[in-house]
């Protein structure tokens, strides 16, 4: 009774596609999965780095990665790419310079690729990043939640659920606040649903934002 299982894994093989796609023996399967970690953090952190200052946040949908023989291809989906190196040809070669160190790998090449998503709102980490900025100005958690909503409402989304977790507005006692607006079928398989799961560090301590967004299904 009530256990808890990742949207996503749910879904994988009908709804759902891996965001990573590469063959390895059981022995060396930790090893590539140590890597995909270091790539992911690395993008990360040089967007955390290089973005402006006043836009405040990455806009990174999720990232793909790739592995053959001699080439790790990543695909970057990104929601704002001016925030990242629109008019910088030289981003991409940097960006795959600091990869490539961090991999410390010769007999492969790194290949990056960024494509940009139409509706960015439409997904959930950046709409909980969105919500993290928020909070972190001290705007009431309601207001957040419902700006949120009206956000992802103008992308033809059929229903979406946010949680927030921890002590809201800083009070002593941890609670959870959640909002639904329209249909989110969890227990549907073929029901595509977008989830995430996103942590924001504020002065009273950290928060836990989960947002899962009914796109499409039946």
């Known amino acids: 009774m009530a256990q808890k299982i990742n949207p996503l894994g749910f879904r994988l093989g009908t709804t759902q596609n891996h965001h990573s796609f590469w063959f390895a023996q059981p022995k060396s399967f930790s090893i590539g ?31 793909e990665i790739q592995k053959r023989i001699d080439l790790i291809q990543v ?19 940097e960006l795959q310079t600091n990869v490539q160190k961090e ?10 690729a960024i494509t940009r998503i139409e509706k960015p709102y439409g997904h959930p980490n950046i709409l909980a990043e969105y919500i993290a900025l ?6 009431s958690f309601r207001k957040a939640m419902k700006k949120a909503i009206e956000l992802t409402e103008q992308t033809d989304t059929k229903g979406i659920q946010i949680q927030i977790a921890g002590r809201i507005d800083g009070k002593e006692i941890a609670r959870v606040e959640w909002l639904r607006e329209g249909r989110v079928p969890l227990q549907t398989i073929r029901a595509k649903i977008d989830h995430c799961s996103y942590t924001v560090r504020t002065i009273y301590g950290v928060l ?3 947002i899962w967004i009914f796109v499409d299904g039946k």
């Open 103 to 112: 991999l410390n790998s010769v007999n492969r090449r790194l290949n990056i």
């Open 75 to 93: 695909i970057i989906y990104i929601g704002f790419p001016n925030l990242l190196i629109e008019g910088r040809r030289r981003g991409i070669e």
């Open 134 to 139: 928020q909070l972190k100005n001290r705007v």
């Open 33 to 63: 999965l140590q890597e995909d970690e270091k790539i992911r953090d690395c993008i990360k952190n040089y967007v955390q780095k290089n973005m402006r200052i006043s836009s405040g946040f990455e806009g990174i949908a999720h990232i």
């Open 208 to 210: 836990g934002i989960k």
